[in-house]
């Protein structure tokens, strides 16, 4: 049975070529080099290497590792007015690092000719973009809607490569683990003073903190619960994706059990 420890080397080696391709002396010196989501980087590797070839299976990861850090990059372009040229700089380099990061995506996929792949990665980043859309309109709308473009948002491109290769199950635990994923963080940031779009849908639904933190809870344990039982259809896998739920669950369990102590 796979074990996330497995994975530790395969970790390092596309965090080095990650380093490696976008590094640029003179945006490092204005712009946060992007982090690596490294559950990304486990469950899409997981799936390829058992459907794709081994160097297939390195050139698709590494490429949505560079989209990732070009949403995020242009997640972070200020949309507050321009004070001063140096603030202006700053945004001018932080799309040009999106554009970057995008960029040298569509270059692996095109030096190596996966003309479908390519394909796939561009329809996907439209359909993020969509869905990111859909997030920040200010008509309120309801929790369901609401998840379901997050769902996309979190792990689109990812559902979608398992499409490709028939991979249904995968797309299933894509799909529940980010969205479990971003739900564990809406609630870490809602603590401090942020109410995101789950959290607020969720809000607006309860009109009461008490029972939205409840809900939330609940939320929670059906997508632990329909992870668990669909990593059983995955056999070797299945013990990979329960490290992997047990630690975003316990992470949150154990944080609760620190603010009562306290």
């Known amino acids: 049975m796979v074990r996330m420890s497995q994975f530790n080397d395969k970790v390092k080696e596309f965090k080095k070529s990650f ?5 640029h002396s003179y945006l490092e010196r204005y712009i946060q080099v992007p982090n ?17 070839t081994k160097k297939e299976a390195k050139v698709f990861t ?7 850090a070009a949403l995020d990059v242009h997640e972070a372009v200020s949309l507050q007015k321009l004070q001063s040229d140096s ?5 001018q380099l932080t799309v040009l690092a999106g554009d970057y990061y995008s960029s040298l995506y569509y270059y692996l996929l095109a030096e190596g ?13 439209q359909e993020i973009n969509e869905h990111k859309m859909n997030l920040y309109d200010k008509d309120e709308r309801s929790y369901n809607e609401i998840k379901s473009n997050v769902e996309k948002v979190e792990s689109i491109l990812m559902q979608n490569i398992a499409h490709y290769y028939e991979q249904t199950d995968w797309k299933e635990i894509f799909n529940d683990y980010f969205y479990l994923k971003r739900l564990v963080r809406e609630r870490e940031q809602y603590k401090v003073g942020e109410k995101l779009p789950l959290i607020h849908s969720l809000y607006q639904e309860t ?5 939205m933190i409840g809900l939330w809870e609940q939320k929670i344990e059906e997508v632990k619960d329909r992870l668990l039982s669909t990593s059983k259809r995955l056999h070797k896998f299945e013990g ?15 944080d609760e059990f620190l603010a009562e102590k306290g």
């Open 113 to 125: 000719k996966y003309h479908p792949m390519i394909q796939i990665f561009s329809r996907s980043i």
């Open 240 to 254: 990979f994706i329960i490290e992997h739920v047990d630690r975003l669950v316990c992470t949150i369990e154990y």
């Open 36 to 52: 690596i989501d490294e559950d990304k980087l486990r469950f899409l590797y997981a799936m390829l290497s058992e459907h794709a």
């Open 207 to 211: 009109k009461h903190p008490d029972l």
């Open 87 to 91: 603030t202006r700089k700053n945004r």
């Open 19 to 23: 380093n490696s391709l976008t590094k």
């Open 62 to 68: 590494l490429s949505a590792l560079l989209v990732q």
